[in-house]
């Protein structure tokens, strides 16, 4: 009915602009500062916000390349 879906869109919007206003923590960080050092392999994420992506040493392109350099930070989905 008419009040879940605008029930639903209030919700979807919340959640969007929160992923907008999201910024990368310690941890995001971390797996940076490793493949910015040449120690991570891959990261497999859902990056459902795009915050570990948003850091250079992780930052990927869709689709992916088809031959190397391969980014370090992959979404599987």
Known sequence: DDTSTSSFHDMVRSLSQQTQNAR?????????????????????????????????????????????PWPKSVAPH
């Open 24 to 68: 990368p923590t310690a941890f995001y960080h971390l797996f940076a500062a490793l493949a910015q050092e040449g120690r991570l392999l891959r990261l497999y994420s859902q990056n459902v916000d795009g915050i570990d992506t948003a850091l250079q040493p992780l930052k990927t392109a869709v689709p992916l390349p088809k031959k190397a």
